[in-house]
C-alpha cells in the first residue's frame, strides 16, 4: 500500500471517529466496507463503478455476491465487508426487536425481515409469535412454497402458537415477483386464519407481504379489523 493510499485510508476512519456516516458520501461507505477483506488493496474505483451501476448505497448492500463481483475490482474477499455488516445489522434488529414492542409499526417488521426474504426465489410464509405485552418469543417459517404459493395450514399455526404460548401473531411472507399486492388467495388465507386463532383466544396483529422494497400490510389497509369483525358475525 503506497503512502498516499495510507492517508486516505486513515483520513476516512478519523472522519468517521469524528463525525459518523453523517459526513460520509456513499461511494466512500462502500470502499471501507470493501477494504474489510482485502485491507492493502485500493477500493475506492471499485467502490464508484458499485455505486454507479446499482445506483443507491442500499442498492449495492443488497445485490447479490454475484453481481458485485462482476464489478472490476470487487473479488470474493471484498464482497465479506458488505455480506458482514448486513448480517449485523440483521442480528442488531432481530435484538431489537426481541426486547421493544413492534406490533404498531409494520416498517419495523418489513425492515428486519426484508433482507432474509427479498432474494428469496420461492415464497416463504413466516411467524412471529408475540408474548402478551407484544415482544417477540419466536420467528418461525412454516412454510416454503412454490413462485406462486405456499402452503398454510391454520392448524400448523395453533399448534405453535399453544407451544410458545403465544398472545398474538404476525404473519410474514414476500412475493418473488417483486409485487406485495395480495393475491385472492392471500386474503383467504390470513381471514382463515385470523378466524382459526380467534377460537384459541389470540390475536393476528398483522400480515405483511415482502415485495422489492416495498411491502403490504393488511392492519394498515384494515383488513384485520374487518376479519375480526367478519368473525364476531359469523359467530
Known sequence: ???????HRFRLREKFLKNGLHAFLDHEIIELLLTL???RQDCKHAAKDALKQFRTLSGVLEAPSGDLQKVRGIGPHNVFGVRF?????????RERMMSRPVCHSSKE????LYHSLRDAKRE?????????????????TISEGTVDSSAVYPREVIK????????????VHNHPSGDPTPSESDREITKELVFAVQVMQVKVLDHIIIGNN?????ADEGLIEDYEFMYRNFK
Open 109 to 112: 417488521v418489513f425492515d428486519y
Open 1 to 7: 500500500m503506497t503512502e498516499d493510499r495510507r492517508g
Open 124 to 140: 416463504k410464509f413466516k411467524v412471529l409469535f408475540m408474548d402478551a405485552k407484544n415482544r417477540i418469543i419466536e420467528e418461525k
Open 37 to 39: 477483506g482485502t485491507p
Open 85 to 93: 455488516i448486513q448480517e449485523v445489522s440483521r442480528r442488531y434488529l
Open 160 to 171: 405453535s402458537a399453544l407451544k410458545f404460548d403465544a398472545s398474538s401473531l404476525i404473519f
Open 214 to 218: 416495498c411491502f403490504f400490510s393488511f
